[in-house]
């Protein structure tokens, strides 16, 4: 594009100080939550393993997502509807589209990671090392980036000609793509054959991952034994199960049967209320996570005493 259009994204005038207060709430416990997490894996030895190290970095592209979209959100919430370049909205893209696709990435390596944990166990330090997870980490971020960067230099050569008002909480893809002028076959092909990539085989891993971690609990005599390796990788299947649930949904089905409120509410589900779920999921159903929590507590009481 050769010039910085103004873009109006507009949103709802109905409650919108509750809508307002809702959303600033959501968006410091998430921030906090977030953080908690990365703090106590940092920080507790007992959490210094590769399902932790992964599960900070899943933290990391949450706190990314909502500080991307909430922030602007709020704006609109107050005054109804508020102006951005395109420069800004393109940016705004840009990250929202690089969490989700690394989270999708992350998501695929943690069900890998849970797979040689319960299927090979005698193996797993071996080859879930930490060199290992620390390549896993920065593929999944690098070709996130990759990724993103083709569909995102795609939009930019698009032609914007119109009233260039954006129903729509955030810049999304589809909402941008609407306001297009010119051809935008080629783009959304290009969408496609990306959201099957990011998407779809990632998500074949993951059922083929725990296809095969079913099949090695249900080998195990004693039902505590199998209670106790299905534990292991309940936090990790809920989360999948909301964040692929909403985002296949959104974009895997055509959408001209679905009204604009409902893609509204499946794409709150999977930027905003994913992100403020996952540390409660991983938080209140670990116990090394809430055993560091309580320890950590502990030490900031003690703190308190001696100072006072």
């Not at 505590?224 to 534990?231: A, E, H, L, T």
């Not at 649930?245 to 999977?270: A, C, H, R």
Request: hydrophobic share 50%.
């Amino acid at each position: 594009m050769g010039e910085d259009h103004m873009f109006k994204i507009l949103g709802s005038n109905t409650f919108k100080e509750a809508l307002f207060i809702l959303l600033l709430m959501i968006y410091i416990v998430t921030i906090c939550g977030n953080l908690l997490i990365i703090v106590l894996v940092s920080c507790s030895k007992n959490l210094h393993s590769p399902m932790y190290f992964f599960l900070t970095q899943l933290s990391v592209t949450d706190i990314m997502l909502t500080s991307d979209i909430i922030p602007n959100m709020l704006n609109i919430a107050l005054y109804e509807q508020t102006s951005i370049l395109f420069s800004s909205c393109i940016t705004q893209f840009y990250f929202s589209a690089l969490s989700l696709v690394t989270e999708c990435f992350l998501l695929t390596v943690m069900s890998y990671d849970r797979y040689l944990a319960i299927c090979t166990p005698l193996h797993y330090a071996t080859i879930m090392n930490h060199a290992v997870c620390c390549k896993s980490i920065l593929v999944s971020w690098l070709w996130s980036c990759c990724l993103v960067l083709i569909l995102t230099l795609s939009i930019c050569q698009l032609q914007f000609c119109g009233p260039n008002t954006i129903d729509h909480f955030f810049c999304d893809f589809n909402a941008l793509v609407q306001l297009s002028c010119s051809g935008v076959s080629m783009i959304q092909i290009e969408e496609m054959i990306l959201s099957f990539h990011v998407t779809v085989l990632p998500f074949l891993v993951i059922v083929a991952s725990y296809t095969c971690i079913v099949l090695t609990i249900k080998k195990i005599p004693s039902f505590s034994g199998r209670m106790k390796s299905f534990s292991t990788c309940s936090s990790h299947l809920t989360v999948v199960s909301i964040f692929y649930g909403t985002l296949i949904s959104m974009y895997m089905f055509p959408d001209e049967g679905q009204s604009q409120i409902i893609n509204k509410i499946l794409v709150m589900l999977y930027t905003v209320f994913t992100p403020l779920s996952n540390p409660f999921i991983y938080s209140l159903r670990n116990k090394d996570i809430k055993a560091a929590l309580r320890k950590a507590v502990n030490k900031i009481r003690v703190t308190i005493v001696i100072l006072d």
